[in-house]
């Protein structure tokens, strides 16, 4: 899409921030209000999963990330979506799971703060996990088209 083409564009705007145990980025969405907060474990598995390319810099993924982002659509993580979140990952608090441009996130919500934890691509889920998946994903293609007007 060009600029031109939005009668009222919609703007994003991240930040990158470095912390010891390493690189946060955290958008905030404007017109939701709303604050996003991608640690670095979400990064180390986007450049495994997502990516795969050990040799671009962790600043320069964080901005493959975004550039690609159309932000996400979220669900209540209910006992099916936590059983895959657990089959990949140890960490025993999530609240939010979301479909976006790239795969399926992982995180826990606090108030208007969102806090992303992981991602896992497509071909990581099993069958019987695609058809639950793929309501999520549908969700975030339609709200995109109104939101964007994606054809």
Known sequence: MKRSDWESPILDVYG?????EGSYAAPLTIDQ???SIYPPHFFKRYRERIVKDETI?????????????????GAVVNEDFESVYH?????????FVAASSEGYCFGERQGNIHIV????????????QKPLFSKLKQAFIEANKERYGWK
């Open 16 to 20: 990158i921030y470095a912390r010891p």
């Open 87 to 95: 089959c990949f990952e140890d960490d025993d608090k999530v609240s």
């Open 117 to 128: 934890k992981t991602i896992i691509s497509e071909d990581m889920l099993f069958e019987n």
């Open 33 to 35: 209000n709303m604050i």
């Open 57 to 73: 810099s962790t600043t320069d993924l964080i901005r493959c990330y975004f550039k690609n982002d159309w932000g996400f659509m």
